[in-house]
């Protein structure tokens, strides 16, 4: 079933590397994965699963960052206000993202907690899209290459285990009939000897 379902993806040839771009922005890591994964078993190619993921996941980062900007500081402050945030606390926070904004926005990243928040915020304080740009593109590079990485080699680790599983049960069969042979030549073979 894997074999026909490996060899239906290969006909669709460039096609899959869209489909790759849309479940990426869905699901970005596991379909990242994914997509190494058959770049291991030779359906897709790892640099263009890489190119593919990182345009995808940097899209979805915009997506969520003009979402943001969307919004606007005067809807924030305006939801603040109404359930009772203090607009000291407001000012300080939007401070420190303008102040730190690559290292939050790196961290949050890289480490794939709160980058959701992190990109809204960004959008909604205006911070420049060439500044998000510059903390993401460093971040998309570390994150997806080694989600690459990884799903390639553990693609090609599951073809080898897959590829020895065969062997181990070619040799299991081998030792089994010979067991099965010399069990019936022994206990089955003469039968005027057990009486």
Same mark, same amino acid.
């Given at each position: 079933?894997f074999?026909h379902?490996?060899?239906t993806?290969?006909?669709?040839?460039?096609?899959?590397?869209?489909?790759?771009?849309?479940?990426?922005?869905?699901?970005g890591p596991?379909?990242? &994965?994914?997509?190494a $994964?058959l770049?291991?078993?030779g359906?897709?190619?790892p #640099?263009?699963v890489f190119?593919? %993921?990182? *345009?995808?996941?940097?899209?979805?980062?915009?997506?969520?960052?003009?979402?943001g900007r969307?919004?606007?500081?005067?809807?924030?402050?305006?939801?603040?206000?109404k359930?009772?945030?203090?607009?000291?606390?407001?000012?300080?926070?939007?401070?420190?993202?303008h102040q730190?904004?690559?290292?939050?926005?790196?961290?949050?990243?890289?480490t794939l907690?709160?980058?959701?928040?992190? &990109?809204?915020?960004a $959008?909604?304080?205006?911070?420049?899209?060439?500044k998000? #740009?510059m903390?993401?593109?460093? %971040?998309? *590079?570390?994150?997806t290459?080694s989600?690459?990485v990884?799903?390639?080699?553990?693609?090609?680790?599951i073809?080898r285990?897959?590829q020895?599983?065969?062997?181990?049960?070619?040799?299991?069969g081998i030792?089994f009939?010979?067991?099965?042979?010399?069990?019936?030549r022994r206990?089955?073979?003469?039968?005027?000897?057990?009486?």
């Amino acid at each position: 079933m894997f074999g026909h379902l490996l060899e239906t993806l290969g006909q669709f040839g460039k096609w899959n590397y869209l489909v790759l771009a849309a479940l990426v922005i869905v699901e970005g890591p596991v379909a990242t &994965l994914i997509g190494a $994964g058959l770049a291991a078993v030779g359906i897709l190619k790892p #640099l263009a699963v890489f190119i593919v %993921a990182s *345009i995808s996941n940097m899209l979805s980062d915009f997506l969520w960052y003009y979402l943001g900007r969307l919004g606007g500081q005067k809807r924030l402050r305006y939801i603040l206000r109404k359930v009772g945030a203090q607009e000291e606390m407001v000012n300080v926070f939007m401070a420190k993202m303008h102040q730190h904004v690559w290292k939050v926005l790196f961290t949050a990243k890289i480490t794939l907690s709160f980058s959701i928040p992190a &990109l809204v915020s960004a $959008g909604i304080m205006g911070i420049s899209w060439r500044k998000v #740009l510059m903390a993401l593109l460093p %971040a998309e *590079i570390l994150w997806t290459g080694s989600l690459v990485v990884a799903g390639y080699y553990f693609g090609q680790f599951i073809q080898r285990f897959e590829q020895g599983v065969r062997v181990i049960g070619i040799v299991g069969g081998i030792t089994f009939a010979i067991l099965m042979v010399h069990y019936v030549r022994r206990h089955l073979g003469n039968p005027e000897e057990e009486i």
